[in-house]
Structure formats: C-alpha cells, structure tokens
Nanobody, 131 residues
Framework: VQLQASGGGLVQPGGSLRLSCAVP????????IGWFRQAPGKEREGVSC????????YYADSVKGRFTISRDNDKNTVYLQMNSLKPDDTAVYYC?????????????????????????WGKGTLVTVSS
C-alpha cells in the first residue's frame, strides 16, 4: 500500500498549511486514516485521526482548535488543515491507515490515534514553522 503525503514546507508562526494524503483505492477501504508527526529527538505522536464510518475525529490536545482533518472520498484523499502554526509544530508529518479497525474502540466516540494500530505508512512531509 503506497500512501503519498504532500503539502509540507516552511511557514512563519501563525501561518497555515494544508497537508494531503492520497490513499490507494478508496478512503472508505480503511476504518481509520490518521496523521502523525515526529519532531527531532522526540517520539512519533498521533496528531489527528478520522473514522471512515462516521467521520468522527481525534485531535491531540496540542492541536485542538487549530488543525482540522477531513476526507474527500471522491479524490481518495485525506487532508490536514493546519492553522495558527507554532514552532512546536515543526516535524515530519506522516499519514497512515488502519484497514482492520484496530483503532476503533466500542463505546469510544473517536479513533484511538496511536501508531501501533496503523498498518501502512507513507513517506513523510516536512513542516517547518520558523520566522
């Protein structure tokens, strides 16, 4: 499975970027699609994940209110709109898919956005927030 993330770049603090992740087949083929990031010297963390069944989304506390995940089923693409970017958002961003539903929990309204549930990963795209 080849995922392709794009849209990274250099942006000033307070600026915006939109990341795109093209998935093979249909976005509906995957229970959960997510965005993760890894900053230098830090562990990879889940940023945002979206469920294909009902569109429910998880956001890390650090990005709530600033980032929005969405999907376009016709274009087989998941987006991450990032606004009010901060230097702490600097990282390599990856998209990943859960085709087995491992990231879904009974009774939990949003996906469990952790990398151990993801099956396939795309190459990352670098986001640098700096003045």
């Amino acid at each position: 499975v080849q995922l392709q993330a794009s849209g990274g770049g250099l942006v000033q603090p307070g600026g915006s970027l939109r990341l795109s992740c093209a998935v093979p087949g249909s976005t509906l083929d995957y229970y959960v699609i997510g965005w993760f990031r890894q900053a230098p010297g830090k562990e990879r963390e889940g940023v945002s994940c979206i469920s294909s069944s009902d569109g429910s989304a998880y956001y890390a506390d650090s990005v709530k209110g600033r980032f929005t995940i969405s999907r376009d089923n016709d274009k087989n693409t998941v987006y991450l709109q990032m606004n009010s970017l901060k230097p702490d958002d600097t990282a390599v961003y990856y998209c990943a898919t859960d085709p087995f539903g491992l990231a879904l929990r009974v009774g939990v309204p949003t996906p469990d956005c952790v990398d151990e549930w993801m099956d396939s990963w795309g190459k990352g795209t670098l986001v640098t927030v700096s003045s």
